[in-house]
Nanobody, 122 residues
């Protein structure tokens, strides 16, 4: 069974930095796109940054210039380096893996992690 486990969330002051990490496990052969989404209280979940196996990257407008996404295809991990954090970045951050191919299983599926809380506050 495919599992995504996030780590690295926490409390940080405005202007600070934080790095989130996500590790996917479960006999994964490939995961075409991995990335980060977030959901603030009372708001819909939104894309923050995504990266494909061939390093095509998308950022939300709010993430551009402040956040950096990277991945290790061999380890099926994806990181999100966040700098110049603002109170409005406070949210639960979710890792997502799309078009995941598992050894011995036909087809491809999408998966979400359980999320990690990021709170930006003084």
């Amino acid at each position: 069974q495919v599992q995504l486990v996030e780590s690295g969330g926490g409390l940080v002051q405005p202007g600070g930095s934080l790095t989130l990490s996500c590790a996917a496990s479960g006999n994964i052969r490939s995961a075409y796109r991995m990335g980060w989404y977030r959901q603030a209280p009372g708001k819909q979940r939104e894309m923050v940054a995504t990266i494909t196996t061939n390093r095509v990257i998308y950022y939300s407008e709010s993430a551009k210039g402040r956040f950096s996404v990277s991945r290790d295809n061999a380890k099926n991990t994806v990181d999100l380096r966040m700098t110049s954090l603002k109170p409005e970045d406070t949210a639960v951050y979710y890792c997502r893996a799309e078009t995941v191919v598992v050894d011995g299983r036909a087809g491809a599926t999408d998966h979400w992690g359980r999320g990690t809380q990021v709170t930006v506050s003084s």
